[in-house]
């Protein structure tokens, strides 16, 4: 096997682990609004997943882990993709902001960065801003 289909396979396999959290903020609430499958979709095509694999990931227990990018700005994106998921509905609930914090510390922040971070991004998000603005702001 080509050293290129295993980086295939790897980045494939952490863009659906990323897909499945987005679908978890998504519906930790019960069912998934108009708002959130419009967001769930255009992450679906972004990682390239399946409608096969959405499907099993909207049925099933999120069975996949959280996988931790290597650099800080990956990190950092993956905690705005979070973030934009939430802030669909306009409606944040308390339950995906504790869904949050954990996301952030299995992304491999600690606890107190985590909650900063997440504290940063909240007032931040209340306005429309695209991730440049965001990753200046948050490293401010």
């Known amino acids: 096997m080509p050293i290129l289909d295993l980086y295939e396979h790897g980045e494939k396999r952490k863009n659906l682990a990323h897909f499945a959290t987005l679908a ?3 519906t930790i609430d019960g069912e998934v609004n108009e708002k959130e499958k419009a ?3 255009k992450f679906a095509f972004r990682l390239n997943i399946s409608e096969a694999e959405y499907k099993e990931v909207m049925k099933k227990e999120n069975k996949y882990p ?11 994106m993956r905690l705005f993709d979070f973030f934009k998921m939430v ?6 609930e308390d339950e995906q902001m504790n869904l949050i914090e954990r996301y952030a510390i299995g992304l491999g922040y600690s606890q107190e960065d985590a909650k900063a971070l997440i504290k940063k991004s909240y007032d931040i998000f209340h306005g429309r801003i695209d991730f440049e603005a965001f990753q200046y702001l948050l490293n401010r």
């Open 24 to 26: 978890t903020l998504a």
């Open 39 to 41: 967001i769930l979709d």
């Open 66 to 76: 959280i996988e931790t990018p290597h650099t800080s700005e990956k990190r950092l």
């Open 87 to 92: 802030f669909a509905d306009q409606i944040i």
